[in-house]
C-alpha cells in the first residue's frame, strides 16, 4: 500500500501533474534558504515572474514618452484596460463587454449597489450571509442607511444552520421566499472567506430573481479559484479583487461584471468621464453619455501601474484555462483533505463542506487539539509553529487555521509539508 504520507508519494504525484510547470513562473518566498510552503495565496497571491516586465514597461514608456505614452507605441495607456478584458471575461465566464478592470472591490460594491440596490418603502431589504466580510457588510449597512432604512430591519443576516457554520441552499432558498417581498437585493460570495463554502449561483440568482430582487457576488474569494460561469450565472452585476488568486499584487486594481441585460441601462448611477461614450469622450461636452456595458461605470482614467502586473497573470490563467486549473486544485485540494483524515482527525477539525462542488481550493482548519491543549490557545501556538517551519496558512479568530493551496503554485510537495508539520506539532 502507498504511504500517503511519504515524500516519494507527493513527489511522484507532482512528477505526474501535467501542470507542475506553472509554479516556475512564480516567485516563491524563502523560508530558512528553501522555498516556503505558501498557504496565503487567498490573501496575497505570489508574485508571476511576468509581473515586473509589465511594470517596467510603464515605467518606461512614462520616462521615454510622457503624455504621449497614452497614445503611442506598444500597451498605449489610452485602451490599456482593454489588454486585460477579454482574458479577464475568460477567467470569469462572462462575455468582454460585460466585465471591466477597475477601482477596488469595496469601491465597485458601492458603485454597483448605486445602480442595482434600489430600495423603496415596500422592498427595501439586503440579504447577505451572516459573518460576511466586514467590508461587505459595511457597504451594504451604510447603502441601506444612506437611503434612509435602517440596517436592523432591512439588513437581513443569515445565519449558518449546518453544523460547521456553512449554509444549506436549503437555508438560503428559505429566507429568499420568507423575505422576498421585502428583498431589493441578495448580495452573496462565491466563496465564504471564512469556511470556505462555495454556493451554487445560479440557483441562488434564479431565486432571487424570482422573488423580484436584484442578485449581486462578491467573489473575492471566487476568481482565479472556481470555474466561475458569470453570464449564465445570470446575475445582475459581481465585483472582486485580483491580489488574492489572481496574484496581481498587493492592492491591484479590482473587477466588476454588470450581466449584458444591463448594458444600456437607465438605471441611475456614479458617472466619470472614463465611462462615457469612448467615441466623445475628448470632445469634452458636458452631457455624460455612457459607453455600452461594464466600461459604463468607469470613473476615473485607470492607475495603469496598478494593471500591469494583471497582464502577467492573466497571461498565465490564458495559458491553462480555468478547466484544467480546477481539476488540478481539486486534486491538491483532495489530497490535503485526505492527508488530514488519514492522520491529523484529533488535532484537525475541516470546517469547508467535504463536497468539491462545494468548495473552491481552501481548507478552513478548525483546531480542537494537541499537546494538552484545547481550542485558541492551541490553534495559536500550531499556527505558529508552522510558520517557524516554513508553512505559512493564516490564522483567523477564534481557532481557525485557512490553508489554500493555490492551483497555479502550489504542489503536492508543499501539502505534505503542512501536514508532517502539523503531525510533528502534535507528538513534539
Ligand atoms: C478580500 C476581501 C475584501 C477586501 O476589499 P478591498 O476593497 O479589496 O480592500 C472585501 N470583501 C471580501 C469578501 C474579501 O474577501
Known sequence: ??????????????????????????????????????FCGNSLGLQPRGARAHV???????????????????AQ????????????????????????AMN???????????????????????????????????AVASQVLFHGFSPDTDLIELEADEPNGTISMAAIARAIAEHGHRLALVLWPGVQYRTGQAFDLKEIARLAHAQGAMCGFDLAHGVGNLQLELHDSNADFAVWCHYKYMNSGPGAVGGCFVHERHASTDKPRFAGW??????????????????????????????ILGLAPLRASLELYDRVGMQALRERSRRLTGYLETLINARLGETLQIVTPADPLQR?????????????????????ALFEYLQTNGVLGDWREPDV??????PLYNTHNDVLRFAQAVENWRHG
Request: charge should be negative; aromatic fraction near 8%; charged fraction near 20%.
Open 401 to 406: 487555521i485557512r490553508i489554500s493551496p493555490a
Open 77 to 100: 495607456w489610452m485602451p490599456y484596460h482593454e489588454l486585460v478584458r477579454e482574458p479577464l471575461a475568460r477567467v470569469v465566464g462572462a462575455l468582454p463587454s460585460e466585465v471591466v
Open 56 to 74: 517596467e514597461e510603464v515605467l518606461n514608456k512614462w520616462a521615454m514618452e510622457a503624455v504621449e505614452g497614452h497614445f503611442t507605441g506598444n
Open 104 to 138: 477596488t472591490l469595496t469601491v465597485n460594491l458601492h458603485l454597483m449597489m448605486v445602480s442595482f440596490y434600489r430600495p423603496t418603502r415596500e422592498r427595501p431589504a439586503i440579504l447577505i450571509e451572516a459573518g460576511a466580510f466586514p467590508s461587505d457588510r459595511h
Open 360 to 380: 473552491g481550493c481552501q481548507l478552513s482548519l478548525r483546531v480542537i487539539g494537541g499537546r494538552g491543549m484545547t481550542g485558541r490557545s492551541a490553534g495559536r
Open 1 to 38: 500500500m502507498t504511504d500517503l504520507f511519504s515524500l516519494a508519494h507527493a513527489d511522484a504525484l507532482d512528477a505526474a501533474d501535467p501542470l507542475r510547470g506553472l509554479r516556475d513562473e512564480f516567485l516563491i518566498p524563502k523560508h530558512e534558504g528553501h522555498d516556503q510552503a505558501y
Open 274 to 303: 472614463w465611462g462615457h461614450d469612448v467615441s466623445t469622450r475628448f470632445r469634452m461636452g458636458p452631457q455624460f453619455v455612457p459607453t455600452a456595458g461594464a466600461d459604463g461605470w468607469q470613473l476615473s482614467n485607470p492607475p
